[in-house]
């Protein structure tokens, strides 16, 4: 672990800790765009793999015509768009130097788990089994990224960063109270009855109930995202103007 001394054993002058730990320097803001830049490439990659699951599991149903997969079809598809998305929001406003480690590990192993989680478009048991996993996940990187936005709460020191990440603190705070525990519960339940009444949820196509629901909840949530990116657009930029003033 590095020390506060430098090689000729001294310790950085006042002025040098002030302008490293603000944004107007221009090294923390050249971090800062190469973090950002990163986190926006890595969000393409993982999702683009989640993709590809997603259309090589698709072929084959849609080829066939097997109709009864097309809801879950169009529900890869919306969470990839809701994974995207919710990330972009988040690299935006949250994402700066240094470098969070952990919050990237979380989202390579979601995607990992999605990946899976996409393979199994046709076998609805293993569909909603996996689902349960991937949205445990996916909340467990709510509450984990919360800790980020109420650092920068914390450094805000203008009225414009205190707006945003009052805003986007209490946000998440829904998703990790409220919004993942409902959408963990739905995917536990149906995994449930998928594997004990196998009989009506797999043979009589109970499971098309839960799969239009799962369709609907995500648009419903996708449309939410995209309200909430354009009531936070004015709040980035007068955070950005702030940050470089």
Known sequence: ???????????????LVHNADHGGSRPRD??????????????????????????????TPLLSG??????????GLL?????WSRSLIHTFTVIRWPLDF????????????????????????????????????????FAFDTRMIRRRLHESIGTAGRTLFGTLEREQLLHVRLGMPLVTGFYAISAVLAFTQADWFVGQNGHLFFSLL?????????????????????????YRQEHQS
């Open 1 to 15: 672990m590095m020390s506060d001394v430098d090689t000729n054993g001294k310790h950085p002058s006042p002025d």
């Open 30 to 59: 050249e971090l800062d765009s190469l973090v950002v830049n990163m986190e926006l490439t890595l969000i393409s990659i993982i999702q683009g793999v989640a993709l590809y699951f997603l259309t090589d599991s698709t072929r």
């Open 66 to 75: 097997q109709a009864n997969a097309l809801p879950y079809v169009a529900a």
């Open 79 to 83: 969470i990839i768009l809701l994974f």
């Open 102 to 141: 952990g919050h990237n590990f979380g989202y390579i192993a979601c995607t990992l788990v999605e990946a899976v989680w996409f393979t199994q478009l046709i076998n609805v048991q293993n569909w909603y089994l996996v689902g349960a996993i991937y949205s445990t996940m996916i909340w467990f990187l």
């Open 214 to 238: 799962q369709l609907l909840a995500a648009a419903i949530y996708l449309a939410y995202v995209l309200r909430l990116f354009n009531r936070l657009s004015p709040l980035i930029l007068a």
